[in-house]
């Protein structure tokens, strides 16, 4: 039963450039989740998505980043004309719901480590 | 605005030593509150999840206790070993979001 997969692992970019990320989740988890980990600082939320609908997007930035989950396919978190303040780890997250009468445990990935040029 | 503080920030044990890493939080009204390892580069290990109805979760050496009025959870590790050397981090749930708010994280260290 494989876990959370997230690619590519390491991704370098330059400047100005389109960096997308990819997250399939656990077997049977419609629910995703994505963070940001900058250097040297906590895990932040950026967006919650259950296939094909974003929940919650309040820790998105407002320009230049997007996030989608497809019917079909891994969840992508897209970032148009990096900067080099995008460079960090952006891991994503899976869980089962209805949140209801589950644990809301979440499991995570190994993350995609941004380098931005 | 759930805030989730970790004490503390970095800890060096000898190998063998008992220790407990500290998380609290400003809002009681959590889902749950979990806690995970993070190695360097790596993602994050899922170690123990305390729903709010629970007190504490034991797993091996490994036992995390909550207390939702104060606003603290702890984790405590039994005999320490060189491979616990991670930075432990704390995350809980709201009652009314989505999301995990993840504290700082404590980097722990435990000398051979």
């Known amino acids: 039963n494989a876990g959370v997969m997230q690619n590519p692992r390491h991704l370098v970019r330059r400047r100005g450039q389109e960096a997308r990320l990819r997250c399939s989740p656990m077997k049977g988890h419609s629910h995703v989740y994505w963070y940001r980990q900058l250097p040297e600082e906590g895990l932040k939320f950026m967006v919650y998505?259950?296939?094909?609908?974003?929940?919650?997007e309040s820790g998105m930035p407002k320009e230049r980043f997007s996030a989608e989950f497809p019917k079909e396919g891994p969840s992508i978190l897209r970032i148009q004309q990096v900067v080099r303040g995008d460079s960090a780890a952006y891991f994503c997250?899976?869980?089962?719901?209805?949140?209801?009468?589950?644990?809301?445990?979440?499991?995570f990935g190994e993350g995609s480590r941004l380098t931005v040029l | 605005k759930q805030e989730v503080t970790q004490i503390p920030a970095a800890l060096s044990v000898p190998e063998g030593e008992n220790l407990v890493l500290n998380c609290s939080f400003t809002d009681s009204a959590i889902y749950n509150l979990q806690w995970f390892r993070q190695d360097p580069g790596k993602g994050l290990t899922s170690l123990l999840l305390i729903q709010s109805s629970q007190r504490e979760q034991t797993s091996g050496r490994l036992n995390a206790s909550l207390d939702k009025s104060s606003g603290r959870s702890t984790l405590y590790i039994a005999a320490s070993q060189p491979g616990d050397s991670a930075t432990y981090l704390c995350a809980v749930i709201n009652n009314a979001g989505n999301m995990l708010t993840f504290g700082g994280g404590t980097r722990l260290m435990v000398k051979p």
């Open positions: 998505l259950q296939k094909e609908n974003i929940i919650d």
């Open positions: 997250a899976s869980s089962l719901l209805p949140r209801t009468g589950n644990t809301g445990e979440l499991f």
